[in-house]
């Protein structure tokens, strides 16, 4: 059960920001003693693809901050993203840390199978926030898109952390997505019922 939070909760944050739970998997395989990564997967600790990581990672941080560059970069993530949340799963969940020391016997004769659900555990995320992005530049004039991409940052960056430390946690944070996913489905509906009552108050008018 732990090795499916800790492969959840690395997808979902592969969904916010492709390159940050690839990254910091990389960086505590190779630095430090919280994560061994399984043999096919101890590619993620090459200082080569920590380096092309933090590039990348550089230029999403930059890219998802400006008013309409932010839409063609979700656009071009849409296939980075849930690969990235595919690579995720499948490397977290069968890689040994702290709370999960024998993590071969969850998946051990579906190999595939962590792949593909974190690229739908990816993708759903990535739609959810490509959808919310745009409202929230519409709605303030633009302003809000460094402030949005900030926190996404950030979520992305702590559930990375609590999946591999403490994956437990995971569950809350999935729940919060999928509570944020209905608001945000109620909240457009909304907005989209007064659009169209004050369109006909207009030929009313």
Known sequence: MLEVLTGSGLA???????????????????????????????WLGNGWVLLILAALLAVEVVADKVPVVDHVNDVVQTVVRPTAGGLAFGAGSTSETVTVSDPDTFFSSHQWVPVVVGVLIALGVHLLK??????????????????????????????????????VLVLAFLLGLVAFFFWFLRRRRSRRRERQAARAAGFRV
């Open 130 to 167: 490509s959808a919310a992005r745009p409202v929230i530049n519409a709605t303030t004039a633009g302003f809000g898109a460094p402030v949005a991409s900030t926190a996404e940052d950030a979520t992305s960056a702590v559930m990375s952390v609590v999946a591999i430390l403490l994956p």
């Open 12 to 42: 979902a944050s592969a969904g916010l920001n492709a390159y940050i739970p690839l990254l910091l998997m990389g960086l505590l395989a190779r630095y430090t003693d919280l994560m061994e990564l399984p043999s096919g997967w101890q």
